[in-house]
Structures are given as structure tokens and as C-alpha cells.
């Protein structure tokens, strides 16, 4: 049952930064999601928050009874000035969150967010191919834009990266 009438999406707070914390290593420890194979450690991510608000770019958590289910969030997509319109997403659910629709409902904010910071196409590179990644984004409107094989290597397998893209400047309807 999805309970999406209770989930509160807002900017990140410094009180959400061991929420992260654990929500990250879990899918280190447990995911091809993300190729990291150590999970950063809270400190890092108060600097990582802290970095990416101060670039007036979002980070976002999905809250309901005051647990933090799930954050996103939008960085350039890479450091040269042409890539200032582009960003990249990244999304991350607390495992006994998933397939609750709080991963819709988080890029949907984040999409907004993003067009408000002033980025015009948003790219999705997603770790392992994942399915449910890759699933998630394309219910939001992103569309394939590549595949890198093989460039990933962790759990003793080979893993792909999938770009997934989604331009911004196009009316919601229209995607």
C-alpha cells in the first residue's frame, strides 16, 4: 500500500546527514547502484549537503513520521563551463521504502527543483544497469541515452552503466 498522502519532500537538513549516511551504505553494501565499495562516513556527507546547497543546487529527503525514506539530489553533471545547464541526478531509497512510490515522488521534486536552479537537462547514470533505476527513471520521463560496458566491476561481476536523460525544458506533459 502506498502512503504518499504523509510523505513530506524538503530540502535536507544538517539533523539528516546519519539518515543518509545509512542509507548509502547499505546500497554499497548491498547494491550495484552505486560502484563505491566504502561507504563515506557522515562527516563526508555534511560536507557533500553542505556543497551542494551552497551551489544553490537541491538536495532533497523524503520524510514520513519523521524517518527520512529516501534523498536525491542534482550536481553539474561535470566540471566545465558548457555543462553548466546539465546536471546529474542521484537517488537513493531506504531498502524497506522501496516500491512505495517515494522514488517518483522524490525525482519528481527533484526535477522541479533542478529547473528552478536554472539546469535545462538532467542525466541519470546508473550503476549496474540497474533495473529498478532504470524502471524509476523512465516512469519520469527520462529516455535511454547510452550504455558503457562493462566499467563497472564489484560483487565479482562486471557491471554496465546505463544514461538515462531527461530534458527539462519540455512541459511535464510533453515528456
Same mark, same amino acid.
Given at each position: 500500500? *502506498? &502512503? !504518499?498522502?504523509?510523505?513530506?519532500? @524538503?530540502?535536507? !537538513?544538517?539533523?539528516?546527514?546519519?539518515? /543518509?549516511?545509512?542509507?548509502? $551504505?547499505?546500497?554499497?553494501?548491498?547494491?550495484?547502484? *552505486?560502484?563505491?565499495?566504502? #561507504?563515506?562516513? +557522515?562527516?563526508?556527507? #555534511?560536507?557533500?549537503?553542505?556543497?551542494? *546547497?551552497?551551489?544553490?543546487?537541491?538536495?532533497?529527503?523524503?520524510e514520513r513520521d519523521g524517518?527520512?525514506?529516501?534523498?536525491?539530489? $542534482?550536481?553539474?553533471?561535470?566540471?566545465? =563551463?558548457?555543462?553548466? &545547464?546539465?546536471?546529474?541526478?542521484?537517488?537513493?531509497?531506504?531498502?524497506?521504502?522501496?516500491?512505495?512510490? /517515494?522514488?517518483?515522488?522524490?525525482? =519528481?521534486?527533484?526535477? %522541479? =527543483?533542478?529547473? =528552478?536552479?536554472?539546469?535545462?537537462?538532467?542525466? #541519470?547514470?546508473?550503476?549496474?544497469?540497474?533495473? %529498478?533505476?532504470?524502471?524509476?527513471?523512465?516512469?519520469?520521463?527520462? /529516455?535511454? +541515452?547510452?550504455?558503457? &560496458?562493462?566499467?563497472?566491476?564489484?560483487?565479482? @561481476? &562486471?557491471?554496465?552503466?546505463?544514461?538515462?536523460?531527461?530534458?527539462?525544458?519540455?512541459?511535464?506533459?510533453? @515528456?
Open positions: 500500500m *502506498t &502512503r !504518499l498522502a504523509d510523505l513530506t519532500i @524538503r530540502p535536507a !537538513l544538517a539533523s539528516d546527514v546519519q539518515a /543518509v549516511c545509512d542509507i548509502y $551504505a547499505f546500497h554499497v553494501a548491498h547494491s550495484t547502484a *552505486t560502484f563505491d565499495t566504502v #561507504a563515506p562516513d +557522515a562527516a563526508t556527507w #555534511a560536507e557533500k549537503i553542505a556543497a551542494v *546547497t551552497a551551489r544553490g543546487w537541491p538536495f532533497l529527503v523524503a524517518a527520512v525514506l529516501g534523498y536525491c539530489y $542534482a550536481t553539474q553533471f561535470r566540471d566545465r =563551463a558548457a555543462y553548466a &545547464r546539465t546536471c546529474e541526478d542521484s537517488i537513493y531509497i531506504a531498502e524497506d521504502a522501496r516500491g512505495g512510490g /517515494v522514488g517518483s515522488a522524490l525525482v =519528481a521534486a527533484l526535477v %522541479a =527543483a533542478a529547473q =528552478a536552479s536554472g539546469f535545462e537537462q538532467m542525466i #541519470a547514470v546508473i550503476g549496474g544497469g540497474e533495473p %529498478a533505476s532504470i524502471a524509476l527513471h523512465a516512469k519520469c520521463g527520462f /529516455v535511454h +541515452a547510452g550504455r558503457m &560496458r562493462n566499467v563497472g566491476f564489484k560483487f565479482g @561481476r &562486471r557491471l554496465d552503466t546505463v544514461y538515462m536523460q531527461c530534458d527539462l525544458t519540455m512541459e511535464r506533459h510533453e @515528456r
